[in-house]
């Protein structure tokens, strides 16, 4: 039988620079899932642990940046055949400091900055691409505006 969980999250890198902002791309190591593949910061939920604490800690974990807002963006679904599971990623948008050391966890060998138009271009996953637009799109003032109060997280 299938199952329906809420296991993952999703959270996309902006460094909204003011003169252009800068989206963080990861490549995945040779012994990991997908290697070489571009993707963004791509975890489980701990057991206990909300999606927005699981975010700030596979940031922590995958980058070794520290997040300074974030926001939820949507949810996306996704099929685990091997494990018969429609799994649901919350997706979030978090700004952190460009100018911060990037530390890769094990899962990475490789991190860019790239421009965001650059960024749609890197992410293998089409479902990625979706999210980052619909992040630029509700962030491009640097905030959500009229939807700050129900997006913004930290």
């Known amino acids: 039988m299938t199952t329906i969980n809420v296991g993952t999250i ?13 989206v963080l791309t990861l490549q995945r190591g040779l012994g990991t899932r997908c290697p070489t593949a571009w993707e963004t910061v791509h975890g489980r939920i701990e ?13 922590r974990e995958e980058t070794g940046l520290q997040v ?14 091997t494990l018969a599971t429609v799994e649901l990623a919350v997706v979030f948008a978090a700004f952190v400091d460009r100018a911060d050391p990037i530390t890769l966890g094990e899962e990475h060998m490789r991190y860019e900055w790239l421009t ?3 960024a749609l271009e890197r992410f293998v996953w089409p479902r990625e691409r979706h999210a980052l ?6 962030l491009r003032a640097g905030h959500a505006g009229p939807v700050e109060d129900v997006l913004r997280v930290i």
């Open 10 to 22: 999703d959270v996309y890198l902006i460094a909204p620079d003011p003169a252009e902002w800068a």
């Open 47 to 59: 057991p206990g642990e909300s999606p927005e604490q699981a975010a700030v800690r596979e940031v």
């Open 133 to 138: 637009r619909d992040s630029l799109h509700l």
């Open 116 to 118: 965001p138009d650059a």
């Open 68 to 81: 300074q807002r974030l926001y939820n963006v949507i949810v996306q679904p996704f099929y685990l055949h």
